[in-house]
């Protein structure tokens, strides 16, 4: 025991908490979806099913756009100055009502690729291909993640904040009132319905494929799929980083994450079937009512207790952030937090997959220690890394002083006024052009009269700041070789 580090600590600890996400937090989540879901399904307009679908849509997306919206005056509510009482109530509010929203939303669309296109699975590969493709040409694909692979703590910073896709980092956005309208109902009304889509999905081609005549093994054989998938996908985590940091082509790099994603929501999906289809089967199977109740409330109020009921709520969406090697290991491959706000500092780079953006480190092309910064304007892909350490600029001058002559003094020649070594005027002679400082022609001694300057070779100044070799400066010797 002595032996061990911070290291095999930080191991530990990232174990505990992956166990958390996966045993704790990810059953009451989907408790409570259930039964919140399946109440609807009892409880609003059950006779008429399209009827039900678009007022589902109508609970879950109005609300949820009014609450991304308004974010910054209810952020306010969650200030310092506001008592601690004040807070609680409003936020645990909040969160009750955005909670039905959200699973309202999703139930809403759902229930209409149901009714127009059935439960086949076709119809599932068609729903699952379609919102899978339009994501990442949103690239959003990250977005379909979900408990136990991302969970939401109730804090105090940040509680009532809704990311946007076209403006993730709320602290800082600022922009004109149609723009954002605009990223606030793409990021609800697109965005968080494509990945209604993508699961939706995945969960007709499971239903279809595994023990579908055999409810019972089907609910448990999703449950043992979805947790062995998810401690793969934890524990394959530090692995998938270091090939990561090798690879050095942009594409390469969106793929294995692409693969990544993927895996991780089979795993989501087969884990959340798996409880929702065990609730289903084994809990009061009988009083289908009294069943759904008790698991929406008993899952609400465990969250709450346990503050992180947050996770709960598919708020906001979050643009793809490939890896960054300047990032702590796994921090860029699922979201810390869903729809929660991300933490941003000057040193940061966001890299965003078809908008080819690499932000540059305080405005600055080159850094204090010589190396170079990739920088990418007008959108343009850049297919590097985010900063190229061994790439030095092409042309480097080390060392270079101006040439200064010390030993010369000021020469003074009959008819002109004084010539300084660092200033040269123009040399106004009988037949003699003028010389200027930076284009000096030669000079013609024989047009100079006899007895002002002797045995004077003719000079060709390249040059301006060489001096005249004249008859009181004595004349430079050349350094031999």
């Not at 930080?10 to 879901?37: E, K, N």
């Not at 756009?65 to 004040?86: I, T």
């Not at 959200?102 to 209409?112: D, I, M």
């Not at 319905?193 to 995945?202: A, D, K, P, Q, T």
Request: charge should be negative.
């Amino acid at each position: 025991m002595g032996g061990e580090g911070p290291g095999s600590c930080t191991a530990v600890l990232q174990a505990l908490d992956a166990a958390v996400a996966l045993f704790f937090v990810c059953p009451l989540v989907v408790a409570y979806w259930r039964g919140c879901w399946q109440l609807m399904d009892q409880l609003l307009f059950p006779e008429n099913l399209p009827v039900s679908a678009y007022s589902s849509i109508f609970i879950g997306i109005v609300p949820h756009l009014v609450f991304c919206v308004f974010q910054k005056s209810l952020e306010k509510l969650a200030g310092d100055n506001v008592p601690s009482a004040v807070y609680l109530v409003a936020s645990r509010l909040y969160t009750v009502l955005f909670s039905i929203t959200c699973v309202s939303h999703w139930r809403g669309v759902w229930l209409l690729w149901d009714l127009y296109t059935g439960i086949s699975w076709q119809s599932g590969l068609l729903s699952f291909g379609l919102g899978f493709s339009l994501l990442i040409i949103a690239n959003s694909v990250r977005n379909i993640l979900a408990p136990p692979f991302v969970s939401n703590a109730d804090e105090r910073k940040g509680y009532f904040t809704i990311p946007t896709l076209f403006n993730p980092q709320v602290q800082t956005r600022n922009t004109t009132v149609w723009l954002w309208l605009t990223d606030c109902t793409f990021t609800v009304v697109v965005v968080d319905s494509l990945v209604v889509f993508v699961w939706r999905g995945g969960w007709v081609i499971v239903d279809s494929f595994l023990y579908p005549s055999k409810p019972h093994l089907s609910a448990i054989g999703s449950t043992i799929i979805g947790a062995s998938i998810s401690v793969i996908a934890f524990m394959t985590r530090p692995l998938l980083n270091s090939t990561l940091k090798s690879l050095r082509h942009l594409w390469l790099k969106i793929s294995v994450e692409l693969c990544f994603y993927a895996l991780c929501f089979a795993a989501t999906v087969n884990a959340w079937r798996g409880v929702w289809k065990s609730l289903d089967q084994f809990f009061l199977p009988n009083d289908r009512l009294m069943s759904n109740l008790i698991s929406a409330v008993v899952g609400q109020t465990l969250l709450l207790l346990f503050w992180c009921s947050n996770s709960n709520l598919v708020r906001g969406a979050m643009p793809d952030k490939y890896y960054d090697e300047k990032q702590p290991s796994g921090e860029d491959l699922w979201p810390t937090t869903r729809g929660g706000p991300e933490s941003s500092t000057n040193n940061s780079r966001t890299r965003k997959c078809n908008g080819g953006l690499v932000t540059q480190k305080s405005g600055q092309d080159f850094n204090g220690d010589g190396t170079r910064e990739a920088v990418a304007y007008n959108n343009d892909t850049l297919d590097v890394t985010d900063e190229i350490t061994n790439a030095p600029p092409a042309v480097q001058i080390k060392d270079i002083q101006p040439v200064q002559n010390k030993t010369s003094s000021p020469v003074q020649i009959e008819g002109t006024p004084p010539v300084h070594n660092n200033e040269i005027p123009p040399v106004q002679n009988e037949g003699t052009p003028s010389v200027h400082n930076n284009e000096i022609p030669p000079v013609q001694i024989n047009a100079i009269p006899p007895g002002q300057i002797k045995d004077t070779p003719p000079v060709h100044n390249k040059d301006p700041r060489e001096v005249l070799s004249l008859e009181s400066i004595p004349p430079r010797e050349t350094p031999s070789e």
